[in-house]
Every structure is written in structure tokens, then in C-alpha cells.
């Protein structure tokens, strides 16, 4: 495996090069941005991954996010932010973070989340998706869930491959309506839809298991794994 490549934007020097560091002790090469314009400059290179703090002079994190989604890079942006609210957190990822750690964090925590999204992008490539005993076949088209075949619609299948390549992590409707719809502009009556298609999902691939995989955090999205959030 070639080693993984790292952006780190941060302007705090004594947190970045503590970052740096760290990240670097488990192998991972590391480079650094100190602001936004150097950090989406520097985006456009050959990285893995790109750690992003919000709070950065001049151009910020939430900018810089943007502008990178906006040139078309699917780069998985795990996002630092020190305000521990929830419109914050739905704003990363409206603008397109795949994951985000509230400042200050335990750097054990950093590693995990960077590699669950560095497993998760190579999870791209890969043609069956599986979650506990749910099973997604994207050749075939097929979903089973145990021995049990699911019937869907193709836009149920869609929103349940997003899921399964999300697994574990907080997936917003503004996602789902981006990523599965392909609507950039948020709607409520596309909210509504996507809640219908849940619940139908859910139905599908909960009902009658013990274990329930689909779960819903109240205001801001949904999660689909083992456990409860
Ligand atoms: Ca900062």
C-alpha cells in the first residue's frame, strides 16, 4: 500500500506542527497550509485527505471547503472546528465536509476519524458494500439483507449505496439531496422526500431484524449503523 497523503490547514503553529507530527509518527506524509488561500492552493495537489480547520484568517475554512468542492474534487475533508454547536456542524457538511472533530480534540480520535475516511475512499472502488449482515451488490444491483433479498426502487438502492459508503457517520439531508438527488440547492419539499424514501428504506431493511441499521439524529440527519447513535 503507498503511504497516504495529508493537507493539513491550520493556522495555529503550535497545533499544526503538533498535528504534523503526530500524524507523521503513524506514517502518513504531511504537508502544511497556513491559511485559506494557501490551503486551497495547495488542495489541488496529489493528497489523500485534507484536515481543514474552520476558524483561519482571511479566507475560512467553510470558503475554502466550498471552493474546493466547487472545482469538482471529491477529496475526503475531515473539518476542525471549535464551535460546538449544531448550525455549525450542519454547515461543514453543507459544504461538503465528510467528517468533522470539535476542537480541542484527543489525537487518538484524529487518527481514527482520518482512517475511516481514508478506508472509506478506498471503499469507492469497491463493487459489494456490506454493513453487519446487510449486503449491497452494485454490479447485480441487488441488495440482501441475511439470506433475504430486498426488493427497491433504483432510488432507494442510490440512497442506501450512500449510506452504506457513509456508514457510521452523520450524513445530513443537504448531502443526501446533493450527492443522491444531485439538487444542489437545498428545498424543503425535497427534505420531505428524502424523509419518505427513509422511511420506506427503513422499512425495507429494518423491519422484522433485531439489530436496526438506519437511525435518525433528530435535526440534522441520518446514520446508518450497528448502534444507536
Ligand atoms: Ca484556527
Redesign the pocket.
Known sequence: MTIASILVV???VKVARAVKEGLEAEGYQVALARNGEEGFRAAAGPFDLIVL?L??PGCDGIEVLKRIRAGGSAIPVLVLTARDTIEDRVEGLDAGADDYLIKPFAFPELIARIRALLRRGRADAALRLRLADLELDRVDRTVVRGSVPIDLTPREFDLLEYLLRHQHALVSREMIAREVWREPNRGTPLDNVIDVHIARLRRKVDQDCAVKLIHTVRGVGFILGEDEP
Do not use: H, I
Open positions: 491550520e493556522d495555529e480547520d476558524m483561519l
